[in-house]
């Protein structure tokens, strides 16, 4: 598949299957109370978190409800300006629910910061989020992410829901493209 088009994998499919098992450990112990699970409510950001989500919501030992967002920056194919505008919004209200935003990937972070402050307005119990990659210049600007899978060097990456021009979304791991496909 996409032959030639990958310069190298940068994270395989068994680190990331891994890595989700562990982060659901993680996150069932952080979320129980005296041994109870809360509810939690995972909410998706469309659509580069899709393959995160279900896998990730599957390997919770603990019941959780699935909410998806689609929000847009605007910028060039390859960053983001800090510029949001809601595609789709959530489905419910989540007023005193504890959320935790499953994201894709943190890199400016300005996406995820705008996400942040709007749902924080919303009055949620709690507000957390998991992302299953960040990017060096993320950790320059204040955004809280509890949970992050990979630190990944500063570039360009497709692969597991992430695109390039709506395509690699289906492979399996996390890797980078040969430049002969943004010259293409
Ligand atoms: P910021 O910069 O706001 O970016 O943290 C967040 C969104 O930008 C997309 N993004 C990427 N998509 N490969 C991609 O396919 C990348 O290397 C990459 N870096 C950022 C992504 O949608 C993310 O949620
Ligand atoms: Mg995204």
New binding site residues.
Partial sequence: MYEGEIASVLVTEQQIQDKINELAKQIAVDYARDGVHCDLLLVG?LK??VMFMTDFARALPMPTQLEFMAVS?YGSA???S?VVRILKDLDRDIAGKHVLIV??????????SWLLKNLASRNPASLEVCSLLR?P??VKVDVPVRYVGFDIPN????GYG???AERYRDLPYIGTLDPKVYSS
Avoid at 103 to 112: A, M, N, Q, Y
Wanted: glycine share 10%; hydrophobic share 40%.
């Fill in positions: 950001v580069g978190a920056s390859t960053s983001s800090g994201e894709d990937i943190v890199d400016s972070g300005l996406t995820l990017k210049d993320a570039e360009f990456v497709v992430l695109d390039y």
